[in-house]
């Protein structure tokens, strides 16, 4: 970002900050009346605790306006200094180390959710709206992340600290948060609506965002994602729905070089880019090599096979979801599948032959960790190394992707192992105070540590499903169940998203353990709080995601349009 541009952003981030006061002390006007005109509809027990909230919440508005401003403030001013505060857990809350959170520690982080969703549901255009002027202030003209610092997680956090204000006990803080949140989305839907007024009376163009993808809600299905068709999309689908193939070249020079001469070329071109190319010149390259694969093809079936692998790629290599650098890894796999597809189609009869989990084995690690951290950088040299392996094998075969899956999940194994032993005292404290909560009580079946064996392999439930399979989800308390040591979540705790992997599951099933990211902090919740996490959807299995499943159906719902 350039300096002019940087300015700007720090100005209109301090013109708004200025307007924050006003903006809390309407959430809050708004929540008192809407609390009174609701007390005939509520029954008796809730018309209680409003009573109480009515009595004490405006005693300590002043309070509670403070507080709100003072953690948006905090939080937005964190961001502006690169900071990423939206991913840093609230200031009010404990540290958990082996403390276990039960259900009644984890109502707060519920209703956070619930505020989030009624901003994100009530103010959706306006924040995509905000998102694309803020775009244009940074200089990402293709909106390629959200540089929006005033989202909603920011407000509904801040929400929760100023309810903390509240000298109540928690369940009233928390119910605060309920009523709260629909005025909380109503007032920041203006303020929203304003500042993008603010922004364009100022001159400034909004970069496109339809590219933006917003944190995901209950609203709706990811675009890119959306199949219409019966049943689910396959990738011969895909090659009977492409153009008809165009004839085979004739030019005597073009003919006597053999295609896989060509294929190498490609390699090489890939081989030299630098990692951090932009998506647009290697776009551009693959643009360039599959014209001259397609003019070097034996036969127009051929044709149409480099035809279809090489838009399969583009759009995976065009999702926003993907990394830069894990993109550049990916991009050198596509010469070794254009090979084999050549060689034996049945790689196209579905997603889960070893050259397709390998790709998304290989993303999935790789996204675990932070951009720019060693572990990062080595799991993308060892899939590069691999890859390497598979460039220079002429006559590839199903082994030769497997055994690079293998080396894979054996390193995966490696470090899981070594994390286990260095959470093993973590481990010890927890079971002894599952012990003393539980007493002598018999360990339940079904649930218990990781067979050996277990991450061997990468079954194929774990690819994602496609919108509209129709796979009913099992009930929470059997959903827990099958749950194992090593599974890696996404849960929503102290305000935030979190990715976590299972580290332990105490002998009576009523302790669970889980290691933060790739970090060695733990967090430890009871059976109940995650049996509610669970139904309110806020625990999640972390799915392998096939990335040529979304490839295709973006790619047959763009050949829909032509």
């Not at 290697?282 to 397609?294: F, N, P």
């Amino acid at each position: 970002m350039n300096g002019r541009l940087a300015n700007a952003r720090l100005q209109f981030i301090d013109d708004e900050l200025m307007r924050l006061p006003m903006v809390a002390d309407q959430v809050f006007d708004v929540t008192w009346r809407a609390m009174t005109d609701n007390v005939p509809g509520l029954d008796h027990h809730e018309r209680g605790i409003v009573a109480e909230l009515l009595q004490s919440g405006p005693a300590h508005r002043g309070r509670l306006v403070e507080r709100f401003v003072d953690a948006v403030r905090r939080h937005v001013r964190a961001e502006a200094a690169g900071q990423a505060p939206a991913q840093a857990a609230p200031a009010a809350a404990p540290a958990l180390g082996l403390s276990l959170l039960d259900e009644t520690e984890i109502a707060a982080d519920v209703e956070t959710s619930h505020a989030i969703e009624a901003i994100r549901s009530v103010a959706e255009h306006e924040l995509r709206e905000l998102s694309a002027y803020v775009s244009a202030l940074a200089g990402d003209p293709d909106v390629s992340r959200d540089h929006n610092p005033f989202r909603a997680e920011t407000y509904a956090q801040a929400l929760w600290e100023a309810a903390q204000a509240l000298p109540l006990g928690r369940a009233y803080q928390t119910r605060l948060m309920r009523h709260a949140a629909q005025p909380l989305a109503q007032v920041l839907r203006k303020a929203y609506a304003g500042a993008c007024a603010r922004l364009e009376s100022q001159g400034i163009e909004p970069a496109t965002y339809r590219t933006l993808i917003l944190p995901g809600g209950k609203r709706s299905t990811r675009p890119s994602e959306s199949w219409q068709g019966e049943g689910s999309p396959t990738l011969h689908m895909v090659r009977q729905k492409l153009p008809a193939p165009i004839e085979a070249a004739q030019d005597p020079a073009t003919s006597q070089v053999p295609l896989e001469r060509v294929i190498a070329d490609v390699d090489q071109a890939l081989r030299a880019l630098p990692a951090d190319a932009p998506p647009t010149v290697r776009a551009q390259l693959l643009e360039s090599q599959r014209a001259r694969m397609v003019r070097h093809a034996r036969s127009s079936v051929d044709q149409q096979v480099i035809e279809m692998l090489s838009r399969l790629f583009e759009a995976m290599l065009s999702d926003p979801r993907i990394a830069r650098d894990i993109r550049a890894v990916l991009a050198r796999l596509q010469p070794s599948a254009l090979r084999l597809v050549l060689r034996d189609d049945s790689a196209l009869d579905d997603y889960t032959h070893p050259i397709w989990r390998f790709m998304d084995m290989t993303a999935h690690q790789a996204a675990l960790h932070a951009e720019g951290s060693a572990e990062r950088e080595a799991v993308l040299q060892l899939a590069e190394q691999l890859i390497d392996t598979m460039a220079r094998e002429p006559v590839p075969e199903a082994s030769l992707y497997r055994r690079g899956l293998d080396r894979l999940l054996a390193e995966d194994r490696a470090r899981f192992e070594a994390r286990l032993q260095r959470a093993s005292a973590d481990i010890e404290a927890l079971q002894q105070k599952e012990d003393s909560l539980v007493g002598g009580a018999p360990p339940p079946t079904g649930a218990g540590p990781l067979d050996e064996g277990q991450l061997d392999t990468v079954p194929a439930d774990l690819l994602d499903n496609l919108p509209g399979a129709g796979k009913q989800e099992a009930d929470p308390p059997e959903w827990l169940r099958q749950r194992r040591v090593g599974d890696w979540l996404r849960i929503f705790i102290q305000g935030q998203w979190q990715r976590v992997q299972l580290l332990h599951i105490g002998r009576h099933g009523e302790a669970y353990l889980f290691g933060r990211g790739q970090a060695d902090d733990t967090v430890a919740l009871r059976r109940a709080a995650l049996l509610r996490l669970r139904a309110e959807g806020l625990l999640k299995v972390l799915r392998i995601r096939s990335m040529l499943r979304s490839a295709a159906v973006q790619v047959l719902r763009n050949a829909e349009k032509t």
